[in-house]
């Protein structure tokens, strides 16, 4: 189990910077999900880590060593890929050995860590399949048996779960999740999906553009996010961005959204807005706190009128959309509490977990 | 409207006419050839006068010719020798070229890879002959000045069926090259980054990973290459003429000898036959054992 | 071997492309740099890799001594008068330009009814096709020879270029490439009350054209660079092909002065270099697509 350190790395491809001098500290046993949408430096960062793609700038430290010219099989690192990467005339067996029985390790020794690697992913009656006989879901396992059997430093996994239909995918998130447990080895796990990085991971890192937006934990990134490209980011659906014109009256600060809309900014809050007056800025705030008139309960919540234009019933909740200054806002209301589409219907909007949002830096207005 | 059945009509029609010119092409100068050929090897005929019943006469002369014993001998051992350099040498400049990244690198190896493909045989053999001459060679020449003995390339019976297998390589590296070109850049990329993680690299990635993953490759290039090579004519001819002896001679040298030199016709039908019949025994052969070494997704 | 990271065996892999790439090239730059050379030097030894003497009579001889000498005139050494290269330059070019032609026109016709028309009987006749691609030529060379002496044809360039034209690999070729043209255009014609003639004619054979290429330049090497049916059916020196006449010239000269015969060679390669020049992206990449499958 080793600790991961990125120190300014950059990676550039004739021309085109795709990682730009970034900084990671990852510690021993940690899961940490590098996520961000596609062409933002997250799979060449792994790769680089794992040794597949030369750095141009910066070290990588694995552990105590910098490993930027060390090649991958020495670097002590397994990887799971996206495609599972199984060698196709192996069968499972030969696929989950081959690297062991490279390096020398006994037949005993060998089958030991098979047969372990194998019960933890219940791919026992697998062993002497070839990966075409396999499903998919089976392939995946034996793909993570081929990287758990190296006992490897660190875990790398380049979205794992992407090839697979969206129940698997569910399934072996908790599968995966449950291994992390038992096994305890660092991850860096990659994905373009918010929902693995917030269930998996202990950090999580999100990436736009060869560069880092915010690293923090599940929960910090959901309460707190630092920048609106992270706040819409994380969190399905996404947070509503709103244009408002910032007020202050007195002492309180108000947020024009729409001709008769208004929300008052908590109170806690005014030092901290107050600066933003006069100026147009972005309310954001999540369809979850956005909900059918509900009695309050802190000082924030605020009740206000508008039209549902749409509704789509998810179940456990229905999904309200209503218009705001030409936007399409989203909230989300208990079934029976929504009105019909097209009329009108009392909100409370839970002000305590809304952000401002500067549009000129596209920055969150800190409330540390 | 569409007129459906019409249509169909019309596809008929045109489909007769359009493959008819190369139909009865084939018919004319292939299919019927054959049969033909067939037929023409239980007789005796000279052209010049009229056919007189053999029967299997000739594939009896055949099996007991010692001439016809050396040079299908001669003939096998090339084409196996043939098929096993290229593969070798067509294989390695392939996996060799992966790490030449520059284009115009690239394009200057498969230029000069692939050119003496676009020659012919006989040219090739030409100058080859010149190259390789016992007294005046050039090989012989360089090999003296380093102090090696300079070899009979081409007057020894030992040598010359290898002289003219280093030629014919020499032309046909190409195609074997191209070949594995292809079927390397087809290779699934995200199992070779697995092999380099897993510590399979060097000559071992080539044994467990390139080799099986290009073994439909390898398979074509040996039936296709030997089934060339066992047809070899231009290069012993041109180099030897077939000697010293027979020790250079293949068995469509052995055709033009008996068919069109000793005017035998039907003896030399008898010779192409059986040459075929050896080409289509081996390929057999080889698809047969394919299932034991040949790997397919 | 992605990508050698050490330095050594970065450098072993380009030692041996480069090592193998001048086995190639030496014999090519002798037979060049000797050609330009005096005939009596040509066989010199130690042998000189690069031109020094740039005799351009040569070729000058290797074209025109035939010639030139029924008129009385004599250029060079004797042996070369008795080869006259220039007819058979232009025997060869005959000869290929028609079996090339001959071929893309059939073989487009044929593969594209076997690949989008429908008659009964087409997979027995494409069968046919098929299994006799896989019939080496010298199975029916003495019928074709025998056929030819019966028509005439047995010292000629027409019996040469006729039995080329037919291929069965010309027809696999071409079908296979109308094969992945999509069939919607062919519905998209039919909307628009194109007939089947016309579906063909402006459709597939334009869009075919790739293949084409690629079959012509394959067909145009070949019959450039054959030997052996040539050898076969033609007696006479005019009717000579260029390889032929290479082979004619070599004999008359043994080891006198071989740089007239390597003019000769040189000469006969320049038609495949510019092919492969004008078409080697087509080519390669032709090939390079059927040896996917193996």
């Known amino acids: 189990m080793a600790s991961i350190q990125l120190r300014s790395l950059r990676k550039t491809f004739e021309g085109v910077e795709a990682v730009r001098g970034i900084d990671i500290d990852i510690a021993q046993r940690e899961f940490v999900a590098l996520v961000g949408p596609s062409g933002c430096g997250k799979s060449t960062t792994l790769r680089m880590i794992a040794g597949l793609e030369d750095v141009t700038d910066g070290q990588i430290v694995i552990g105590d060593r910098v490993v930027n010219d060390v090649a991958p099989k020495d670097r002590d690192v397994a990887m799971v890929f996206q495609n599972y990467a199984l060698y196709p005339h192996m069968n499972v067996f030969q696929n989950m050995s081959i690297a062991l029985t490279l390096r020398k390790l006994s037949k005993a020794e060998i089958s030991a860590r098979v047969a372990a690697a194998a019960e933890i992913l219940g791919i026992e009656d697998l062993m002497d399949r070839r990966p075409k006989q396999l499903s998919g879901g089976q392939r995946q396992r034996v793909a993570m048996g081929r990287a758990i059997v190296r006992n490897p430093a660190v875990f790398l996994f380049d979205e794992p779960l992407s090839n697979l239909d969206a129940k698997l995918r569910v399934q072996m998130r908790t599968e995966i999740k449950k291994i992390h447990r038992r096994v305890q080895t660092t991850v860096v796990y990659v994905t373009h999906d918010q929902v693995e990085a917030m269930t998996l991971a202990d950090r999580i890192v999100v990436m736009n553009a060869g560069q880092i937006e915010q690293m923090a934990p599940p929960q910090e990134m959901y309460d707190r996010p630092v920048s609106r490209f992270v706040a819409e980011f994380i969190g399905s659906p996404s947070m509503n961005i709103i244009p408002c014109q910032v007020r202050r009256e007195g002492a309180q600060v108000w947020l024009d959204l729409d001709d008769d809309l208004r929300l008052p900014a908590p109170g806690g809050r005014y030092e901290l807005y107050q600066p933003f007056a006069g100026r147009e800025m972005l309310f954001g705030i999540r369809p979850e706190h956005i909900t059918e008139q509900r009695p309050h309960v802190s000082e924030g919540d605020c009740d206000f009128s508008a039209d549902v234009s749409v509704l789509e019933p998810l179940g456990v909740d229905t999904m309200v959309f209503i218009e705001i200054n030409g936007r399409e806002v989203c909230g989300r209301a208990t079934p029976r509490s929504v009105a019909g589409e097209g009329a009108r219907m009392r909100f409370t909007a839970h002000m305590d977990h809304m952000h401002l949002i500067d549009p000129d830096t596209d920055l969150v207005v800190n409330q540390q | ?297 | 071997m992605n990508r050698l990271r050490d330095y050594r065996g970065q450098a072993a892999v380009y030692l041996y492309l480069v090592a193998i790439s001048v086995v190639i090239l030496v014999p090519l730059l002798w037979v060049v740099s000797t050609s330009l050379r005096l005939p009596v030097e040509s066989y010199s030894l130690p042998p000189k890799w690069l031109p020094t003497d740039f005799r351009w009579e040569n070729y000058y001889e290797v074209l025109f001594s035939y010639y030139l000498e029924k008129e009385g005139i004599f250029v060079g050494s004797q042996a070369s008068a008795n080869v006259p290269f220039l007819h058979m330059m232009k025997n060869s070019f005959v000869v290929c330009f028609f079996v090339t032609f001959g071929q893309i026109f059939f073989c487009a016709f044929a593969g594209y009814a076997f690949a989008r028309l429908k008659f009964p009987g087409k997979d027995v006749l494409f069968w046919l096709v098929l299994a006799t691609m896989m019939i080496p030529i010298q199975v029916t060379i003495i019928p074709i020879y025998i056929l030819l002496f019966n028509m005439g044809l047995h010292d000629t360039l027409t019996g040469l270029i006729l039995p080329a034209i037919p291929s069965a690999f010309g027809t696999f070729l071409m079908r296979q490439y109308y094969l992945r043209i999509p069939s919607v255009l062919e519905e998209a014609m039919i909307i628009d009350g194109g007939t089947q003639w016309q579906i063909f004619w402006r459709v597939y054979f334009p869009l075919g054209t790739p293949g084409m290429v690629v079959l012509g330049i394959l067909a145009f090497n070949y019959h450039w660079n054959e030997f052996f049916r040539p050898l076969i059916l033609l007696s006479t020196d005019s009717n000579f092909t260029v390889p032929l006449g290479i082979v004619a010239l070599r004999d008359y000269k043994m080891t006198g002065s071989i740089s007239v015969v390597l003019a000769g060679i040189v000469l006969s390669i320049i038609p495949a270099l510019c092919i492969y020049l004008f078409g080697q992206k087509h080519l390669i990449e032709g090939l390079l697509a059927g040896s996917v499958k193996g």
């Not at chain 2, 007769?16 to 005796?44: D, E, R």
């Not at chain 2, 890879?113 to 040219?123: E, K, N, Q, V, W």
Request: glycine share 6%; hydrophobic share 55%.
């Open chain 2, 1 to 297: 409207m569409i007129d459906v059945a019409s249509l169909r009509r019309t596809k008929t029609i045109l489909g007769y006419l359009f493959v008819a010119p190369t139909i009865i092409g084939i018919l004319v100068f292939t299919a019927g050839p054959i049969a033909f050929s067939m037929i023409l090897s239980l007789f005796y005929w000279d052209i010049l006068s009229p056919m007189k019943y053999a029967g299997i006469e000739h594939y009896r002369w055949l099996a007991e010719d010692p001439v016809a014993r050396t040079v299908f001998q001669n003939t096998f051992v090339f084409g196996v020798v043939v098929v096993v350099l290229q593969n070798l040498l067509g294989f390695t400049l392939a996996l060799c070229m992966r790490n030449v990244l520059n284009k115009y690198f690239r394009f200057f190896f498969r230029s000069v890879f692939f050119m003496p493909l676009l020659m012919s045989g006989a040219t090739v053999s030409v100058f080859m002959a010149y190259f390789f001459n016992t007294d005046f060679g050039i090989v012989n020449y360089y090999l003296s000045i380093i102090g090696l003995p300079t070899v009979p390339w081409v007057s020894s019976s030992d040598v010359v069926l290898l002289t003219t297998s280093i030629v014919y390589t020499w032309q046909h590296v190409g195609f074997t090259f191209i070949l594995f070109l292809g079927a390397f850049s087809t290779l699934p990329t995200e199992v070779l980054d697995a092999a380099d993680v897993d510590g399979i690299t060097g000559w071992r990635k080539v044994w467990y990973l390139y080799l099986p993953l290009v073994s439909p490759t390898i398979f074509f290039a040996s039936v296709i290459g030997f089934i060339h090579a066992v047809q070899v004519f231009d290069h012993p001819y041109v180099l030897t003429r077939g000697g010293p002896g027979d020790s250079n001679r293949t068995a469509v040298m052995m055709i033009y000898d008996v068919a069109f030199k000793d005017l035998e016709f039907g003896y030399g039908s008898a010779v192409a036959i059986a040459l075929f019949a050896v080409i289509f025994v081996a390929t057999m052969l080889q698809f047969w054992a394919q299932k034991k070494w040949v790997f397919y997704e």
